[in-house]
């Protein structure tokens, strides 16, 4: 084997080996984002699930849906 024919070799394991490394972290940004949940900021039921005390989460839900109820009641008179 030449010293040419050597140094292709080592860099087409290289190349194969970024190819791999960066189609692995390609699928692991994908999963990430598949498992992200996409949400808007007044979405209450994200809200409700993922606060850590739900009594306070609950009395901000009511406490929308009362003002959304009011807005609607305005809006409608």
């Known amino acids: 084997m030449t010293n040419s024919m050597f140094w292709n070799e080592v860099i ?3 190349l194969t ?3 791999v490394i960066g189609f692995c972290n390609l699928v692991r940004v994908s ?3 598949w498992n992200e949940d996409l949400h808007t900021d007044n979405d209450i039921r994200n809200d409700l699930r993922r606060d850590k005390t ?14 959304l109820k009011a807005a609607t009641k305005r809006a409608k008179a």
């Open 31 to 33: 999963i990430r984002l």
């Open 17 to 19: 080996g970024l190819a």
């Open 54 to 67: 739900p009594k306070q989460s609950r009395r901000l839900a009511k406490a929308q849906k009362k003002a």
């Open 12 to 14: 087409g394991w290289a």
